[in-house]
């Protein structure tokens, strides 16, 4: 039914960019490919950001109609990563990790 209809289970984000569309196609056309083209792709990093709430539950979850859904407190127990590769994927930085201590009891015994 869902899949007929075009209807998707999703969670609801608070903001939306807004940005001319018009203006991103144009500096994509002419301004990113000049750049591009003084570089190999070998040269070219692409790095990002991402959080991960390691003792957080998901804010989601499937229930028979009628049934109230509770949930407790939320963890505030993050740690942030970097992720960072070049263009062509030959060379992967290590990852680097931000935390509140320098070594967390969640990944004690952990070895990578």
């Not at 196609?25 to 950001?49: C, G, R, T």
């Not at 992720?83 to 070594?103: D, H, R, Y």
Request: aromatic share 10%; glycine share 8%; proline share 3%.
């Amino acid at each position: 039914w869902k899949g007929r209809r075009n209807i998707s289970y999703q969670s609801v984000f608070e903001e939306n960019a807004t940005v001319d569309k018009e203006v991103c196609i144009d500096w994509k056309k002419n301004v990113l490919q000049a750049v591009l083209e003084k570089y190999s792709p070998h040269d070219i990093f692409n790095a990002d950001e991402t959080g991960l709430y390691w003792c957080l539950l998901p804010d989601k979850t499937h229930a028979v109609d009628g049934e109230i859904c509770t949930g407790g407190k939320l963890s505030k127990k993050r740690i942030t990563a970097l992720v960072c590769a070049n263009m062509t994927g030959t060379e992967k930085k290590p990852l680097f990790t931000i935390g509140k201590f320098k070594n967390l009891r969640c990944f004690r015994g952990v070895t990578c």
